[in-house]
């Protein structure tokens, strides 16, 4: 059932015009999903990358993250689902990356994101970066919550972690984003076991370097 939901929601979200962001997209990014009751890393937007393909994650941000998932043992969609906020890339008047606003991440955010989480119902949230952040807990900032974990009003337990970009930046903190991973597998391990969970596992067909189409995001 939740793969049917999954799929007649994205549907929506692929014929989305409701705001100014259709403009200037070239694909719409509805995300990766992996199994219900699982793990979700959420971001803000797609940048110029993630546009042109239709996949969250896949440039030098995307290969860390999956390195980083491999170090604990995991994978994209198989283990875990990936979002964004925003579906569309934000885009400069120079057709560069840009901030979202807070109302373009509001709009998005509750018509989408909070339907993709009501149906994945994942055990934990890691928000990648500030923004998605804020989003969450507007008052908050990375830099006093990161390494933390936080309950939110939508019954879901939330990690904060820095975004991808920002480690490929400052190299230094390398091996702290590392640690951030195995706090991660460590409490999501930990919230399974007191729900009496089993260890939720997607079967997928094919690797990601083989997805041609969102079709494949479903396994």
Request: net charge neutral; hydrophobic share 35%; with cysteine.
């Amino acid at each position: 059932m939740s793969e049917d939901q999954l799929s007649a929601l994205t549907e929506k979200i692929l014929a989305c015009e409701a705001c100014h962001l259709k403009d200037s997209r070239t694909k719409i990014v509805p995300g990766i999903y992996g199994p219900v009751n699982g793990l979700c890393f959420i971001g803000e937007a797609p940048g110029y990358y993630e546009d042109k393909q239709g996949v969250p994650f896949i440039g030098r941000s995307g290969q860390l993250l999956d390195n980083m998932l491999a170090d604990i043992g995991m994978k994209r969609e198989e283990d875990i689902s990936i979002l964004n906020i925003i579906k569309c890339r934000p885009t400069t008047d120079e057709g560069k990356n840009r901030t979202p606003t807070e109302s373009e991440l509001r709009f998005c955010g509750e018509r989408w994101l909070y339907k993709q989480l009501s149906i994945l119902s994942p055990r934990l949230i890691v928000t990648i970066g500030g923004i998605p952040l804020k989003f969450f807990i507007p008052s908050a900032a990375v830099t006093k919550y990161v390494k933390k974990a936080f309950d939110t009003d939508l019954g879901i337990k939330l990690y904060v972690s820095y975004h991808p970009a920002y480690i490929l930046r400052n190299y230094n903190l390398m091996e702290e984003y590392s640690e951030h991973f195995k706090d991660i597998k460590n409490l999501y391990d930990k919230l399974l076991n007191e729900q009496g969970i089993d260890q939720p596992k997607k079967q997928v067909l094919g690797s990601h370097s083989e997805q041609k189409s969102l079709t494949d995001f479903f396994g």
